[in-house]
């Protein structure tokens, strides 16, 4: 039998060309620093991440999970990747920048929306949904860098391989985890959760592009 874990990376190798086609990773992977899209970026995923943080938690929790790195990464609450994008954009500008208060944008509030829709219906649907945001990121990083998309001259090179790492380390966590409640789950059930992932993913890219 298929593991849940394989339907998943399916959906995202399925989804990658679009990614790849995403104006905000092509212009990644250009090596162009956008400094208003970069700020709107980092301004939404702020917001995002004070939402994503605690429901990640107690989700963790509800799944029984408790391991270094998952708790790490909520603490870190993804300043370090966002400085980095700060600093290049302080670099291009050649002055300070500060990430503001802003109004949630419509896809951010989609994405919020869907993670508590799925958070109302079951503990492994909403961490079907919220794999998604690591296992997005990892994959994206891990795929572009594999294959010479992003190489280490790039100025985002550091950005990308932070959630290789990262993002990365945490995702092999999850994907056990939730093979583990997989198999004791009615088919129903692991079909509704692909489908939290599936529209996780394509908020994930909706994310990006809304920041351009
Ligand atoms: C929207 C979003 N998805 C994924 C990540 C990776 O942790 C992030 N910081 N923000």
Redesign the pocket.
Known sequence: MTEYSEKMEEILATHLPEFYNNAFIQEMINGDVNAEALLNYVSQ?QS??GYFLPIFGETLEAFGIDSKELEAFQEDG?TE?HEMLLNLVEEASGRPEEVKEVDLLPGTKQ?LNLLKTSREASPFISMSALAA??Y??AYLAEQSIAAGKMTPTNPFYEWFDF?QRT?GGITVHLLQALDEKAKKMSEEEQAAGLEAFLQAVKC?DL?FAQAM
């Open positions: 995923d995002y991440l993804d990747p994405y945001c690591p997005v990121y959630y993002d994930e994310f």
